[in-house]
């Protein structure tokens, strides 16, 4: 008896088993594309969402997971420009959910700036029904992944519901390889509810590509061999972590450091006794920055960002020029030079242990920084006095985002960046950037467990492109100073009106605004400000304020200098 129990035994455990294992099957049939890249999506870390909902991704959104953070963005403009300020803070890609076409054109201005300025995004948006998308019903997004194109890594709609998990996977390893940027995914609004063929693969990819060694010991030997080198670093550095490896190299070459013009983000200490400030935007302004150089290494920049056309010869005669760049388009678009592709981090780290010491080199002079400023004038201030207040009441640790493009030299002469990924501006030349990248910096902040305040100045005009981003940072609480620049017009237009002789522009004048008020509508505290002293109080209050502060400064128009 007793055997025949024992012997039962085994028998009782495989039908168990087997029970389980046919209840494990069902559950995995059940299991619908949605629940599959939720589970994919929590793998790898992207598990905050920014959007503004439409009635194509509300079979996304139902039922939304209490482990998932939705944010809200107004605008899907500053939707997108919110990712990637979180993604430039946490350094990992972010995921952005638009409507259908409608919402992907919204946001196409600050998708191209996320594209220039490398941001890993996963971009998706809603498509109408797959059985109607045929007879193109309303809000059908037509030829889906034409829309985003130019300005996306890859854009794809999948061919079935059952591919959308493996399109997410791959649409995350193209996003973050190098050059990183942007990707669209038009996922069929009735995708969802379908059945699943299983869990999604989760892959893991690099993001870092070594440059070739054997052009790397070129490079080196032609910075021995340079007699007078002058060095250039771009956005790719900071964004690669190569801060301290840069600072490094370029005491070792001894030589002086510049800017790439119009930089996105800051890669060199610009207190530091090498850097020389960034290079003008034009190419007579910087062969004449060139000349009497006989080397210019370039790392992590464009060959240049020129902007405003002066003619002139791209390198000045005696000049050779050197690029690293991990962008295989800045490489072909180069007019001049030679180029090896890599990442600019690897490349520095290899490179100093390549170049002969010249760390006692004399290098020229740095220029002179700061001027003498009247701190007492009437209203409306000076940039230089509203920028050297700002200065004596910023925090050094907080990082600053701005979209003050007029002021720009009054900013670097007096609030220089002297902190690794702590500087950051579009990457565009579009405006409506700056204010919602703030916001989204400051959720990335928070999500990474920094405690800092983020300071944004931004200009008057720029400001009413995405105005409605104030909205999220009320509603996050978030530590965001905003410092309206209120001069009263497009003066970065009117300096191009006089550089290109174009008189009797219209429409360059902005009257009438009350941005305190409007900021004040979106739930965010709002002064307006028309002394140095003024400035500096409330600036300090609204450090200790619980949310964001939207100071608006009564600026006098200045001409910018173009180069």
């Keep these: 008896m007793h055997a025949r129990v024992v012997a039962a035994w085994p028998n009782a455990a495989m039908t168990k088993s087997n029970r389980a294992k046919g209840i494990h099957r069902k559950m995995a049939a059940n299991r619908t594309v949605r629940d599959v890249t939720f589970d994919l999506l929590r793998s790898l870390g992207m598990t905050t969402v920014f959007g503004n909902p439409g009635s194509t991704e509300e079979t996304f959104l139902k039922n939304f997971p209490h482990d998932f953070s939705y944010v809200l963005g107004l605008q899907e403009g500053s939707v997108m420009a919110m990712a990637d300020g979180f993604a430039q803070s946490t350094g990992k890609p972010a995921l952005v959910n638009v409507h259908t076409g409608?919402?992907?054109?919204?946001?196409?201005?600050?998708?191209?700036?996320?594209y220039k300025g490398n941001t890993p995004l996963i971009v998706t948006a809603g498509q109408q029904t797959r059985e109607m998308v045929l007879c193109e019903p309303y809000l059908t997004n037509t030829e889906g992944t034409l829309l985003p194109q130019p300005w996306v890594k890859w854009s794809y709609q999948p061919t079935r519901a059952e591919d959308v998990p493996a399109a997410f996977m791959r649409a995350y390893a193209i996003a973050l390889q190098p050059p990183a940027g942007p990707v669209f995914l038009s996922i069929p609004l009735d995708d969802w509810e379908k059945p699943a063929l299983g869990p999604a693969v989760v892959r893991t990819v690099s993001h870092r590509v070594s440059p070739d060694p054997e052009r790397l010991r070129t490079v080196a030997d032609h910075i021995n061999r340079a007699q007078r080198p002058m060095l250039v670093y771009g956005p790719e550095v900071d964004r690669s972590g190569g801060w301290d490896a840069g600072v490094a190299f370029a005491e070792k070459v001894g030589a002086p450091v510049y800017a790439?013009?119009?930089?996105?983000?800051?890669?060199?200490?610009?207190?530091?006794?090498?850097?020389?400030?960034?290079?003008?935007?034009?190419?007579?302004?910087?062969?004449?920055?060139?000349?009497?150089?006989?080397?210019?290494?370039?790392?992590?920049?464009q060959v240049f960002r020129y902007y405003p056309y002066v003619a002139g010869e791209y390198l000045?005669?005696?000049?050779?020029?050197?690029?690293?760049?991990?962008?295989?388009?800045?490489?072909?678009?180069?007019?001049?030079?030679?180029?090896?592709?890599?990442?600019?981090?690897?490349?520095?780290?290899?490179?100093?242990?390549m170049v002969d010491d010249h760390s006692d080199r004399e290098a020229p002079a740095a220029p002179a920084r700061n001027a003498q400023v009247d701190l007492s004038a009437a209203p409306p201030l000076a940039p230089d006095a509203v920028w050297s207040t700002l200065a004596s009441v910023k925090p050094a640790e907080s990082p600053l985002v701005t979209e003050s493009t007029?002021?720009?030299?009054?900013?670097?002469?007096?609030?220089?960046?002297?902190?690794?990924?702590?500087?950051?501006?579009?990457?565009?030349?579009?405006?409506?950037?700056?204010?919602?990248?703030?916001?989204?910096?400051?959720l990335g902040d928070r999500a990474r467990g920094v405690k800092r305040t983020v300071v944004a100045t931004i200009g008057d005009g720029s400001c009413q492109y995405s105005v409605q981003a104030l909205y999220t940072a009320a509603q996050h609480r978030l530590?965001?100073?905003?410092?309206?620049?209120?001069?009263?017009?497009?003066?970065?237009?009117?300096?191009?009106?006089?550089?290109e002789e174009t008189p009797g522009v219209p429409g360059l004048d902005l009257p009438g605004l009350d941005i305190a008020s409007l900021a004040a509508g979106f739930g965010c505290r709002a002064v307006n400000v028309d002394s140095c002293e003024k400035l500096a109080s409330e600036f300090t209050t609204a450090l200790a304020a619980d949310g964001p502060t939207v100071i608006v400064v009564s600026t006098k128009p200045e001409p910018a200098h173009l180069g």
Aim: hydrophobic share 45%; glycine share 12%; charged share 15%.
């Design 479 to 499: 530590p965001v100073v905003f410092v309206v620049m209120r001069n009263g017009e497009y003066s970065i237009l009117k300096s191009f009106a006089v550089l």
């Design 316 to 353: 000045p005669e005696g000049t050779d020029l050197l690029q690293v760049t991990n962008d295989p388009a800045l490489a072909g678009a180069a007019p001049v030079g030679d180029s090896v592709l890599g990442d600019s981090l690897l490349a520095l780290e290899q490179l100093v242990g």
């Design 102 to 114: 409608a919402g992907t054109g919204n946001a196409m201005g600050n998708l191209i700036a996320a």
């Design 406 to 442: 007029s002021t720009m030299a009054q900013q670097l002469r007096w609030i220089p960046t002297t902190r690794p990924a702590s500087f950051f501006a579009t990457a565009s030349g579009g405006i409506g950037w700056g204010l919602p990248a703030a916001v989204g910096l400051a």
């Design 260 to 301: 790439g013009p119009l930089p996105d983000r800051a890669s060199f200490p610009e207190n530091h006794r090498l850097y020389r400030g960034p290079l003008p935007m034009t190419i007579a302004g910087t062969a004449e920055v060139l000349r009497g150089h006989d080397l210019a290494v370039v790392i992590g920049a």
